[in-house]
């Protein structure tokens, strides 16, 4: 056992994981049989008892509470094949796959770990480990009978599930898109540099073996190199989840931003019957673009019964005549008529017709509208109209 960051980081990340896990119980209580909750769960859980049980203070009080010299290691390990069982078991349960293959593959991966863990246990039992290392306890017993087995066991097996996990979470990768594409782009590394602390274990172990010390590869350089995987498993499975609500809500803002021109234009706009509240500014970007959508619908209908037909034609043909495409054309044409309807309804005064009709405009198309009052061929033809409008009044 080995570490890098101190008790603090361990305890920290640690209660992070173990907060996580805890919001997720109820969730699990409601869906027992949710075998993808569940290896998120256990994923969590094990998370937390390994940096609970890998800080140096908690190593020591474990062997000093039970009065048996290392026994933290076991607990330690044991914690650790958990974690990579369950990050295995996550992945074999999150790729889409016939049923049947992953309730399969779900069983070997527990029977083959919960052995695993088994084994660690019955051979500390069987070794001889009477002195107590905190940090260096790999390469100090690498040649103990038993306790060298375990040592070799855990190594190996953690190293085949994160190498196993890595695999499958590129090859994953390379079939979607998007913020699993990306979560899975980051889990591939994040379980690598796991394998690269086995392999670096090992090699001190080796060097053991034939007479030589490598011990600062055990105690200094393996740490470090494992130390960011939990940050970057953290990002990369947080990321698919987090990923669609954060596009959601940047839509959100980007549409409130595009549908701002039209909301200025029309917010002057009575519209009798309709009940329009101000939101606070913390609201969220859905409920502040609801609220925009249907203040500019309610507008839209107040203005249907002063809406010219015959100004929409002629702003359309200039719309046309100056390069603009029919989609376009026809949004600018739609902008014309309403800022002129809204200067009719002002100088007229009087209110919208009983018989007024929805206003025909859909959701994706008020986009456009918002960008068609930027159009030269709106500020001609309002100047064009302005002028017998007001001649006509005198």
């Known amino acids: 056992m080995s570490h890098g960051p101190g008790n603090t980081a361990f305890y920290l990340c640690g209660s992070l994981l173990l907060l996580v896990c805890l919001l997720k119980l109820p969730a699990l209580v409601r869906r027992p049989h949710d075998m993808l909750l569940r290896a998120v769960c256990l994923l969590l859980f094990a998370g937390a008892l390994v940096f609970f049980f890998a800080a140096p203070d908690s190593i020591a009080a474990i062997n000093r509470l039970t009065g048996i010299p290392n026994f933290a290691a076991p607990l330690a390990y044991s914690a650790l094949i958990a974690f990579s069982g369950a990050s295995l078991l ?11 293959q992953t309730r399969r593959a779900s069983r070997v991966c527990v029977t083959a770990y919960g052995l695993v863990i088994a084994a660690i246990n019955v051979l500390f039992w069987w070794g001889d480990a009477p002195v107590e290392q905190l940090t260096l306890f790999d390469g100090y017993y ?12 855990y190594l190996v097996a953690h190293g085949v599930a994160t190498m196993a996990t890595s695999v499958l979470c590129w090859r994953w990768s390379t079939e979607v898109h998007g913020s699993l594409r990306a979560g899975l782009r980051i889990l591939a590394p994040a379980y690598l540099l796991h394998v690269c602390y086995d392999v670096l274990k090992l090699v001190a172990i080796g060097a053991r073996w034939t007479g030589h010390d490598l011990d600062f590869l055990i105690d200094r350089v393996a740490p470090q190199t494992a130390a960011p995987s939990a940050l970057l498993a953290c990002t990369g499975f947080a990321l698919p989840l987090a990923g ?7 839509h959100n803002v980007r549409q409130l931003r595009e549908l701002r021109p039209l909301w200025r234009e029309l917010r002057q706009v009575p519209t009798p019957g309709a009940v329009r509240t101000s ?11 609801t609220g925009r959508r249907t203040a500019i619908h309610d507008a839209l209908l107040a203005l249907a019964p002063y809406c010219d037909l015959g100004v929409r034609e002629r702003a359309h043909t200039a719309a046309l005549d100056r ?16 800022v002129l309807a809204g200067a009719r309804r002002r100088r007229t005064g009087a209110g919208p017709s009983p018989d007024a009709q929805a ?6 198309d008020l986009v456009l509208l918002s960008q068609a009052l930027a159009s ?5 033809l309002r100047a064009h109209h302005r002028a017998p ?3 006509s009044r005198s």
């Open 279 to 289: 939101l606070p500014w913390w609201s969220p970007p859905a409920v502040r673009l």
């Open 90 to 100: 996550l992945i074999i349960n999150w790729r889409p796959a016939p049923p049947e």
């Open 389 to 391: 409008a007001e001649s």
């Open 142 to 153: 690498a040649r103990t009978p038993f306790i060298r087995e375990m040592i070799l066991t």
């Open 323 to 338: 390069g603009e495409d029919a989609r376009s054309a026809a949004a600018t044409a739609d902008a014309v008529m309403l």
């Open 244 to 250: 669609p609500r954060i596009a959601q809500v940047a």
């Open 359 to 364: 206003p025909p405009w859909r959701p994706r």
């Open 376 to 380: 030269p061929v709106l500020s001609d």
